[in-house]
């Protein structure tokens, strides 16, 4: 039998590039059998074993940079919640990634992506300049010095069609609510939380220095994002760059409001709605209390808990730059939570993140769902729940 | 003594509801003429205790029949100083476990109380033994560190101690350490070796005399009267001791025999016992150039876990390898360490130091050592990693260090296999396996040393009883008892030392030790009518018979432990005690009545052991478990002190089967008396030639192993048995 041979210096490369806790992993494996892709059958499920990756890179061993090994975890964070090491294996990944990333190598399809990144601060290829075209006539305050909130909405809801409808039942239930908040628009970059994750730390960092000196030049003090994945990097990731500010996501403002009797959403809609745990949302940012006083607050809904829900929430698979990632039926675990909706009775799968909505969306329609199955952020159940017509 | 009985029947408990009360008394009074017979609705409350005491006081009773609940509860409550108190099981085994207001479960209620009567009769009060000069010493064999926390302990309980260390000075293996695991938390720190403080306690304290390049030359005599030869510098000195703590420790495993792994090959690969020296020195240097060693791989498991080797896990290695790391980090944290393991076992709280030396960068590999080979003076490891799922090679690497298991102090010597004599029977009872360590020197029949089990640990049992060995009085601690780190060995010491002494103590009151801590009878032999047939000393599992030049038996009664396997074992039924003998269990067996054979009402003896099987059957009645109305239950001392008389008696009056519940026996025997349910299996191997000659199927006796947890199966053990016997059909004796 041909010996591998071991490489100390390829080891200790993925360490300087941030695997700082790979050495603590006891390749105990717990983590290869809680990661979703357990769930599924296929090639990356085959091929894609977290715990393998980690040994092959602790012991600089080819294998863990083959493609669909390395950019395989959608960093849901299951297995690090659990890793009976607190091994930060999602920083493991992004560092382990980063080292192809920055020799050059892109996956093909996040190609665009980072090039859009590069030219359009978006990850969609959107011009700057059609940054607030989701606006669509509706008023949204500007930003001012004076504004107590900036609303800061994914890139994703300001290019993509069906993810725009978010950003203005979100904007849309802040009003009645009486929030004082305001958008700055087409200088505002992408907050960078993907591209991180993909490997590209010095797009990250560009990205992200950017949106501080932006947010400081404008007076910003407290940030109110639409999806958990801003809301991730901006609480986690920016304070290292100089970026502090108070940041909260838009269910945790708008469950305030509902609370203090300020909101009152009075059109019954007489729905199943199932709620899936976002895990930016949930597990990365322990947000699970807020959506779910929102949904319960919407009167004739009744609220269903899927299987796994809270820190065992399952993930839709488009996290860690796995939105734009090609897998076949069958092979896609937000499927899963599809049919886990389906087999509640659900008539609506409800969520708060807008690459949830995309992945979920797909799924649906990959299942022949979409008539018995409709998946729905909270804001425009709620927005509609307060008469808007979405 | 003139006996006076008198007979209790409690109606509590659902007894009363179930059973014909009257009747019942009626067999004390009419059938046994028992002159006092009451009946209580609460007995074991102050009142019914207060009844008895009456008649104790007003009627002159001394000799106590309670028929109540089982034997193993209330033992406190009916407890009646200089009486003799006997038990009928009329609850557990009784009304709980039969239908109430059944025919048959009044027959069996009678049955129980004619027993308990008849025992009762035939019962004495024991006389605990009296030894003369008795020592309340604890000796300690071995002065490392096990012996030198049983040596404190003793004396800091009020003990004199005597210790005796084969080297010239004390400490044992520890003294050779650089470091010590840490004993205290975060565990993950190295600490200084504190051997030194404690050899200077022991050293100081006057109350322990401290015998150093010393060894035992003979031991003699029994717990509490333990006369020992100590061997020092030509001298002999002796001592009598009460008990003795065995804490001889252990030994590594002989590398010289590692040569798959490199040893005695090549001079870069060394044990941890030599890096230890090496570390101690300050000096980690390649032996074959002195270069500083870069990088350090530990081969963990050397020896051990292997078939070929050591069996067994050594328990420190893992922890000893992670401790060796972190001398190569602290001298050269950029030094490259490797560490082979098939399990990671840091045991106790060593996961902590685990942790610390990952995070400290070291390389683990979990798999199977694939070569060892040497390359321009570095060594290369070719590794099959299970976690890879490949053949790995490592880099260049200075040193080799091969983490060797230990071997028990015990285990080391010529094996000697005790039996009864060199006629070469062919149906002798398994042989215990004694290995001439010459350490203790015991003159002792049964041999020199104490049995060991096949690792040549000594004999005990590693969950119910870890301390107590195979000889009453010695306790064994420490690694010579198990593979052990520090903190286990200072326990471990401690445990076995309060052993010692609750022995010393016991033997004074003239009691037994465990498992029977309050039972003061013990066996004595009618010798005019001995055989020297050598039976009891062979199979009394504790050494506690010796012999004199004419075969005669010389019991110990401080060795004893009162189990009865020598009476059961004897075949001319001379071994008797106060409260417990073959003709007194025989008559028990002769006092069930056996309907005529067209009543269709067999009878079932089952002889259970008071160890496990009794309590599971107490345990059936409990769990309200439905038995059959059949069987007539025995409680016996441990099923070696089954007598095969009482199976021949039980078939000749009618009697359709015998069946015996004894603990399992064989490799992980759960015995109590180790031996006893092994020695009733071999004796009942040998039964069939008495059922033949009575012209009896040997299907009509059975023995089955239960554990105390084995209670929910024993109504089907018992239904098993019921259906064989009706396919052989009833015991033609019947009715003779
Ligand atoms: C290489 C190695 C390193 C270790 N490192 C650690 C560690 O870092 N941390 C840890 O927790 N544990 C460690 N251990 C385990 C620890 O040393 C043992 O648990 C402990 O020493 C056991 O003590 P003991 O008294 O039972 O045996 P020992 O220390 O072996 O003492 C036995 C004593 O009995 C004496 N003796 C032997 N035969 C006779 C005889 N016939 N008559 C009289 N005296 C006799 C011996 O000379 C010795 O002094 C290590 C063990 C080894 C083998
Ligand atoms: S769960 Fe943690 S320790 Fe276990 S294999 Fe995964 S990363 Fe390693
Ligand atoms: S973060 Fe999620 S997808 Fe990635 S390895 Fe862990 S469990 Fe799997
Ligand atoms: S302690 Fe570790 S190295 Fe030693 S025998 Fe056990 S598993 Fe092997
Ligand atoms: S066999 Fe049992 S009862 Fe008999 S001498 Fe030995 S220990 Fe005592
Ligand atoms: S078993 Fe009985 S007959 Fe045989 S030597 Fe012992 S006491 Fe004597």
């Known amino acids: 039998m041909e010996a591998k041979e071991i490489s100390l210096e390829m080891k200790e490369y993925l360490v300087a590039a941030g695997a700082q806790t790979l050495d603590h992993c006891m390749q105990c494996g717990l983590c290869s059998a809680l990661c979703p892709w357990r769930m599924v059958s296929g090639h990356i499920s085959e091929v894609f074993y977290i715990r393998k990756m980690q040994r092959l890179g602790q012991l600089g061993l080819e294998g863990f940079d083959t493609e669909e090994v390395l950019f395989a975890c959608t960093t849901c964070g299951i297995c690090q919640l659990n890793c009976p090491r607190q091994v930060k294996i999602i920083e493991n990944v992004r560092s382990m990634r980063s080292t192809t990333v920055e020799a050059g190598f892109v996956p093909a399809p996040v190609r665009s992506v980072v090039g859009s990144l590069h030219a359009n601060g978006n990850p969609w290829s959107g011009p700057r300049e059609k940054r607030m075209d989701w606006q669509q006539g509706v008023e949204v305050p500007a930003f001012s010095p004076d504004t107590e909130y900036l609303l800061f909405v994914c890139c994703t809801s300001c290019y993509d069609p069906r993810s725009q409808r978010i950003a203005r039942s979100v904007v849309d239930i802040l009003k009645k609510g009486g929030v004082n908040f305001g958008v700055i628009g087409e200088e505002e970059s992408c907050c960078g939380e993907t591209v991180r994750k993909i490997g590209d730390e010095e797009l990250f960092k560009k990205l992200a220095e950017s949106n501080i000196k932006l947010f400081k030049e404008k007076g910003v003090k407290k940030i109110i994002t639409t999806s958990p994945h801003c809301l991730y990097t901006f609480k986690n990731e920016y304070p290292e760059l100089g970026g502090e500010f108070e940041v909260i996501h838009y269910t945790q403002v708008v469950a305030g409001l509902v609370e203090e009797g300020k909101l009152v959403p009075n059109v019954p809609l007489g729905k199943k709605v199932a709620y899936h745990d976002p895990c930016y949302l949930g597990r990365h940012n322990e947000i699970f209390e807020a959506p779910r006083t929102l949904l319960k607050a919407i009167p004739g809904t009744e609220l269903i808990e899927l299987s796994r829900a809270r820190e065992r929430s399952l993930c839709c698979a488009g996290g860690g730059g796995r939105l734009w990632a090609e897998v076949p039926r069958g092979e896609r675990f937000g499927e899963l939570r599809v049919l886990d909706a389906e087999a509640k009775n659900a008539n609506i799968l409800a969520t708060a993140c807008p690459y949830c909505v995309i992945m979920l969306e797909a799924d649906c329609l990959a299942l022949d769902k979409q008539e018995k199955i409709k998946v729905m952020e909270i804001s425009e159940l709620l927005s509609a729940s307060m008469g808007r017509e979405s | 003594m003139d006996k006076k009985l008198a007979v209790y029947i409690c109606t509590g408990c659902g007894i009363g509801d179930a059973l014909d009360v009257d009747a ?383 071997v028990p102090t015990t285990a080391i010597g010529e094996r000697l296999v005790v039996q009864a004599d060199e006629q070469g029977k062919e149906s002798e009872p398994p042989a215990d396996e004694i290995i001439k360590s010459n350490i203790l020197n015991l003159e002792y029949r049964q041999g020199p040393e104490l049995p060991t089990l096949k690792y040549g640990f000594a004999d005990s049992h590693f ?274």
């Open chain 2, 24 to 406: 019942l008394s009626k067999v004390a009074t009419k059938e046994y003429k028992v002159p006092v017979c009451k009946s209580h609705p609460f007995l074991c409350g102050a009142e019914g205790v207060e009844l008895i005491k009456q008649d104790m006081e007003g009627e002159g009773v001394n000799t106590i029949v309670i028929a109540a609940c089982s034997m193993r509860v209330n033992y406190d409550v009916f407890n009646f100083p200089n009486a003799i108190v006997e038990r009928v099981n009329l609850r557990e085994q009784g009304v709980w476990c039969h239908p109430a207001n059944d025919e048959d479960t009044q027959m069996l209620a009678e049955d129980s109380l004619r027993m308990g009567i008849v025992k009762a009769q035939q019962s004495s009060p024991p006389e605990p033994f009296q030894a003369e000069n008795l020592s309340k010493t604890v000796l300690v064999v071995g002065g490392g560190l096990a012996g030198l926390t049983a040596a404190a302990e003793a004396a800091r309980a009020g003990y004199k101690t005597v210790l005796v260390e084969k080297n010239p000075s004390l400490g044992g293996w520890v003294t050779r350490l650089y470091k010590q695991v840490g004993l205290k938390p975060p565990y993950s720190e190295l600490e200084d070796v504190d051997i030194a403080q404690r050899v200077k306690e022991v050293e100081e304290n006057p109350n322990i005399t401290v015998y150093k390049g010393a060894q035992i030359e003979k031991i003699s005599g029994a717990p509490g009267m333990f006369d020992v030869q100590i061997r020092q510098n030509g001298n002999l000195a002796t001592e009598r001791v009460g008990s003795i703590v065995l804490a001889t420790g252990a030994v590594a495993y002989d590398a010289t025999r590692l040569g798959h792994l490199g040893f005695g090959r090549y001079p870069n690969v060394v044990t941890g016992e030599m890096f230890e020296e090496m570390a101690a020195r300050g000096e980690l240097k390649r032996p074959s150039d002195g270069k500083e060693v870069k990088s350090v791989a530990f081969i963990l498991c050397a020896g051990s876990r292997d078939k070929e080797h050591l069996p067994y896990c050594s328990a420190i290695c893992c922890t000893e390898s992670l401790k060796q790391a972190l001398y190569v980090k602290e001298k050269d944290p950029e030094a490259t360490v490797y560490i082979f393991y098939k399990d990671m076992r840091a045991a106790g709280n060593y996961e902590f130091l685990y942790q610390r030396v990952q995070k400290e960068g070291a390389l683990f590999f979990r798999g199977e050592i694939a070569g060892i080979e040497e390359d321009g003076g570095s060594m290369v490891v070719e590794f099959d990693d299970v976690l890879v799922g490949d053949r790995i090679r490592t880099e260049p690497i200075d040193l080799v260090v091969l983490a060797t298991g230990m």
């Open chain 2, 463 to 736: 969950i119910c009883f870890p301390y107590e060995t195979r000889r009453t009085g010695i306790y064994a601690a420490g690694s010579v008892r198990a593979p052990m780190d520090i903190p286990s060995t200072i326990k471990d010491a401690t445990g076995a030392v309060l052993k010692a002494i609750q022995c010393i103590e016991l033997t004074a009151e003239g009691s037994a030790v465990h498992p029977r801590v309050w039972d003061l009878s013990y066996p004595e032999f009618f010798m005019q009518r001995c055989t020297q047939c050598k039976r009891c000393t062979v199979e009394c599992p504790f050494g506690a018979i010796n012999e004199d030049e004419k075969a005669n038996p010389l019991p110990n009664p401080t060795r004893c432990r009162r189990c009865g396997t020598c009476m059961g074992a004897c075949p001319e039924r001379i071994i008797s005690f106060k409260n417990y003998s073959v003709p007194m269990i025989g008559n028990m067996v002769k006092a069930i009545e056996v309907p005529e054979e067209d009543e269709e009402k067999p009878r079932i003896v089952i002889f259970a052991c008071e160890n496990d099987a009794y309590p599971a059957l107490d345990m059936a009645g409990i769990n309200r478990l439905t038995i059959s109305p059949w069987v007539r239950i025995i409680p016996v001392r441990c099923l070696g002190s089954m007598n095969l008389i009482w199976i021949a008696d039980a078939l000749s009056k009618g009697i359709d089967g015998i069946l015996l519940l004894g603990c399992k026996h064989g490799e992980d025997y759960q015995c109590h008396f180790i031996k006893g349910s092994e020695l009733a299996s071999y004796r009942l191997s040998k039964i069939s030639e008495t059922l033949n000659r009575l012209a009896l199927e040997s299907d009509r006796v059975r023995m089955e192993q239960v554990g105390i947890m084995d209670y929910d199966r024993i109504p089907q053990i018992i239904e098993d048995f019921v259906s064989k016997l009706e396919e052989v059909g009833p015991n033609p004796y019947k009715g003779f």
